[in-house]
């Protein structure tokens, strides 16, 4: 309820500037474009991209180099599957590099690129973000260049950044999930289990794959007690979705 009252109040504060945008430019533009990516943003959480767009569009005329509406308006295009303009937005934001949000619009082009299957240009653009020592989602970055890495069948260099996530974040489930799966896979369930452990202590609702991949883990390091409280709670899980 609250959200939607605060839609209505952006909406409602917004609509007299469009109306009045024919006439002349605001006088205080930075407010104004802040107010149109309020306004989008709204938009866009709740899913309604096409009318995002406009606001968006305003921002843009008011301040041609803003970073922030052009990245909106890439990630905007994106969700409505026109990925041609999508990319050419985010070009365009990541053209302005005096962006103090010049990282995380371009941690969202390589996502961006990853989801279009470029991956070797998303690994680029991820190595980039993580040369920004200020940028706070380091960590996620360097889970994100390990799925990349994944993708790519490079599991070694999947294991050195899923390692470096972890270096600044060990809580992150897949970063554990996914380096307990590569060391089965290379047969070495010793190093698996510790990735294993940390990744259930973390997580509160593991799925049927994951109590499978650690019955694996646990009988292969003969830790057969584990193996079988890891079974019950597999049982369990089954029984209740049934």
């Given at each position: 309820m609250k959200w939607t009252l605060f839609v209505?109040?952006?909406?409602?504060?917004?609509?007299?500037?469009?109306?009045?945008q024919t006439q002349q430019m605001p006088?205080?533009?930075q407010k104004a474009v802040d107010n149109y990516l309020?306004?989008?943003?709204?938009?866009?959480?709740s899913g309604s991209y096409e009318q995002a767009i406009t606001p968006l569009k305003r921002a843009s005329v008011i301040d041609p180099n803003s970073a922030s509406v052009y990245g909106m308006l890439a990630m905007t295009y994106q969700a409505l599957g026109e990925y041609k303009t999508a990319k050419q937005f985010f070009k365009q934001a990541l053209a302005i590099k005096s962006s103090p949000y010049?990282?995380?619009?371009r941690n969202n082009y390589a996502i961006f690129l990853l989801e279009n299957k470029e991956h070797a240009a998303a690994y680029s653009e991820f190595v980039k973000?993580?040369?920004?020592?200020?940028?706070?989602?380091?960590?996620?970055?360097f889970e994100n260049m390990g799925i990349t890495s994944m993708r790519m069948h490079n599991y070694d260099q999947a294991i050195h950044d899923f390692n470096n996530a972890l270096r600044l974040n060990d809580s992150l489930l897949v970063a554990n999930k996914e380096l307990a799966s590569i060391y089965m896979q290379k047969n070495k369930p010793e190093l698996a289990l510790g990735y294993f452990r940390n990744f259930m202590a973390k997580n509160d609702k593991p799925a049927v794959e994951h109590y499978q991949l650690g019955i694996n883990i646990a009988k292969s390091n003969g830790l057969n007690q584990y193996a079988s409280d890891l079974a019950s709670?597999?049982?369990?899980?089954l029984a209740t979705n049934r």
């Open positions: 209505i109040v952006v909406l409602l504060s917004i609509s007299c500037g469009i109306s009045q006088k205080d533009k309020n306004l989008a943003q709204a938009y866009y959480v010049i990282s995380s619009i973000v993580t040369e920004d020592l200020s940028y706070t989602n380091r960590s996620r970055t709670k597999l049982d369990s899980l």
